[in-house]
């Protein structure tokens, strides 16, 4: 399996913005798609996206719809969320997760292979 780390995570005011990065070890990232989930505190883990193994597609959860955008760089096996006017309910630990796939495909949902410890990110009034 492949080893998954976040980082980016932050204090930011409402509004603001934050761009996290999922740097993955190993060789198979490039051949992996990428998801991006958090969880907040007393919720159920949430889907924020995806983006297929190439880069070309994307997906997002309605929460996060044109304010937060996916985004990879196969050659330095990191994969970036970029979290723009964000709101108080954006606060949460923010995970990255990837898995094989056999085509460039989206993983929309849950069904992923590594994940990662997660990030925090605290959005404040």
């Known amino acids: 399996q492949v080893q998954l780390v976040e980082s980016g995570g932050g204090l930011v005011q409402a509004g603001g913005s934050l761009r996290l990065s999922c740097t993955a070890s190993g060789r198979t990232f490039g051949s992996a798609a990428m998801g991006w989930f958090r969880q907040a505190p007393g919720k159920d883990l949430e889907f924020v996206g995806t983006i297929t193994r190439s880069g070309s597609n994307t997906f997002y959860g309605d929460s996060v719809k044109g304010r937060f955008t996916i985004s990879r760089d196969n050659a330095k096996n990191t994969g970036y969320l970029q979290m723009n006017n964000l709101k108080l309910e954006d606060t949460a630990l923010y995970y990255c997760?990837?898995?094989?796939?056999?085509?460039?495909?989206?993983?929309?949902?849950?069904?992923?292979?590594?994940w990662g410890q997660g990030t925090q990110v605290t959005v404040s009034s």
């Open positions: 997760a990837t898995k094989v796939v056999t085509g460039d495909m989206m993983v929309i949902g849950y069904d992923y292979d590594s």
